[in-house]
């Protein structure tokens, strides 16, 4: 069983915590006795009101992560407040759905600003203190979209699929140390970014419906827990990519 224990005490950055992923991450780290900051965009409202429903495990922090000195500052507040960051779940992205001739460079570049490189320029902060302590845990959430194209659009496959480069490039110089990287992958989760209508879109998923929230984030957990797991890519998609 995953030792949940290890986690009690630690700071966990939960970024794009104000959606249905993150919220259900957030939740599930607090339970486990985390010290969650809850990042969010424009979404302040949701975040405060998660941080309420923790009732002390949790405090929100803001940033715009397209501005590329956004990591830097968000992760000097945390650590300012709360501690060292040992547990980072980037979790925040955009996916505006479009067609290929219809992602022009502004929007290809503004989605590869904030899905991919922020969550290089979080794991870049974080990363010196977790080796040097010799404990952390890094989990990039990534999309089914990454491995099979999606629906969404290339710019969001693209930076999504960025992150599978990412994680293992980093997971291979840091496991010594005590750290591990990881990128889990859902299919389609009934969130606000779902693109479609939930029980059409569960028709064509094995299991014949949408994932739940809680069920990423049950996964989430059990990678977050395993300290002999890194470097690897996680589906959970109900059946819909066999690998």
């Known amino acids: 069983m995953p030792d949940e224990d290890q ?7 939960v970024t794009g915590a104000s959606g249905g992923i993150g919220a259900a991450i957030s939740r599930a780290l607090a339970g486990a006795g985390a010290k969650v900051a809850v990042g969010h965009g424009s979404n302040a409202e949701t975040a405060q009101a998660l941080v309420a429903e923790l ?51 502004e929007l290809f570049d503004r989605t590869l600003a904030i899905n991919l490189r922020a969550p290089f320029l979080l794991a870049r902060e974080v990363l ?27 710019h969001y496959a ?18 010594g140390d005590g750290v591990t990287v990881n990128a889990l992958a859902p299919g389609f989760v009934e969130t606000e970014m779902l693109p479609g209508d939930p029980q059409e879109l569960g028709h064509s998923v094995p299991v014949g ?18 300290g002999y797991l890194t470097s690897k890519v996680l589906t959970i998609d109900g059946g819909s990519y066999p690998r």
């Open 128 to 154: 010196p203190g977790m080796r040097q302590r010799g404990f952390g845990r890094i989990v990039f959430i990534s999309s089914l979209a990454a491995l099979r194209g999606g629906v969404i659009g290339p």
């Open 55 to 105: 009732a002390g495990q949790a405090t929100a922090f803001g940033a715009d992560l397209e501005d590329p000195a956004a990591p830097g500052r968000l992760i000097a507040e945390i650590e300012g407040d709360l501690g060292p960051v040992e547990i980072l779940v980037a979790n925040h992205g955009i996916g505006r759905q479009a067609t290929y001739e219809e992602v022009d460079a």
């Open 7 to 13: 986690l009690s005490g630690r700071v966990a950055l």
């Open 209 to 226: 419906r949408v994932g739940r929230p809680e069920e990423i984030a049950d996964l989430a957990m059990a990678i977050l827990t395993n």
């Open 158 to 175: 693209a930076s999504k699929a960025g992150l599978h480069g990412l994680t293992h490039f980093l997971a291979a110089r840091v496991a």
